[in-house]
């Protein structure tokens, strides 16, 4: 079969294996490639021994992996799968991550000699992953232990690709020991720490308050969920810059999210720890968009702008447009919020329809930023 259950996968890398790890060049990152961070660890355990590369050329090996990400990006994969394919004479190719979990048949469809592996592995999150390894990442990496205490969320937003790589919520039994003395940042990448269950949450939180460590919740916390008990906790945790995140998605949250910000800084968690993730493109309007990034401002929380793509997109062109955008709209928002969190300020920016009068507009653009639904 080519979709491969997890101890498939796992019995495919271990014992004593020689494993490729290909990261297709796609587009630049600077995230490290965490999969095949924690593929690289498992193997070693094993006595296996591993290779790094963009591009797999015929190396002698007992397997290779490949990780995907976007699915807009899959043209980049597919050439990469079948340069793999047609060089490993025989080797097995195994290929995960998010366009492998999301769009697994089409995938498959244009190469279908690979073995597939769609969500997550549960053992490989409790293995901490290999940071040794060269990759292309930024070196700001290098001092941060990245680890999920959980996975899933119960929001299956209609725009969100989580439910369909992690459907199920799962506790990770064994994430304190994923985050290292020797580093000074920890990434929480829980995709909604926030409503797991309540001794759990109050477990993370608290190691984090006492750890020392400057913390970034890189997948957010609900701006629902945002209790008085849970601002206080809050408070006693060291962020990084940028660290407490949440998202103002939609107008439906307006007031929630407002409060939840409110009761953060009244029991004391800084305004440069706040970001919130703006959703843009696709079912508001311009103006409605502009709405929630200027309220995020308006709290002294970094607005910043998420373009929204559809998850069944495979190539970047044409560009997605939302029906009450314009894809120059759409790029100058992006632009100028990306600018105005910068500055903290969009005031110093500006407004944006000011701004947007000195750059070059056509009369559908002005339609769609004075549309309403």
Known sequence: ??????????????????????????????????????????????????????????????????????????????????????????????????????????????????????GYSEVLDQIVPEYALETDADSKWDQYSMVFTSRGCPNHCAYCVVGKIEPGQWLNPRWRDMILNDRPFVMISDNNLSATPHDHLIKVLHYLSTSRKAVTFNGGLDCKRITPELAEMLSHITFSRYGMRMAFDRIAENGIFQNAV?????????????????????????????????????FRVRAYPQMFQPIMQTSRKPMYVGKY???????????????????????????????????YMKDADWAAWHSSK
């Open 262 to 298: 409110t009761l953060l800084k009244q029991y004391g968690v800084p305004y440069q720890a706040l970001m919130a993730y703006v959703l843009f493109n696709f079912n508001d309007t311009p103006k409605e968009a502009s709405y929630r990034a200027y309220e995020c401002t308006r």
């Open 325 to 359: 955008w314009t894809a120059r709209l759409a790029a100058y928002f992006r632009k100028f919020w990306l600018l105005a969190g910068l500055q903290r300020y969009s005031g110093k920016c500006g407004t944006f329809e000011h701004w947007l009068k000195t750059q």
């Open 1 to 118: 079969m080519p979709i491969l259950v997890e101890q498939d996968m796992l019995s495919m890398l271990a014992p004593n294996r020689r494993v490729f790890l290909l990261k297709p060049k796609y587009r630049t990152t600077k995230y490290p490639p965490l999969g095949l961070m924690k593929i690289a660890a498992y193997v070693r355990q094993h006595g296996g021994k591993i290779k790094f590369g963009h591009h797999y050329l015929g190396e002698p090996c007992d397997a290779i992996c490949v990780t995907t990400l976007f699915t807009y990006d899959s043209a980049a994969y597919i050439q990469a799968l079948k340069q793999a394919v047609n060089l490993a004479n025989g080797t097995p190719v195994i290929v995960g991550g998010i366009y492998a979990s999301v769009l697994p048949d089409h995938l498959l469809g244009k190469v279908p000699e690979v073995h597939l592996f769609k």
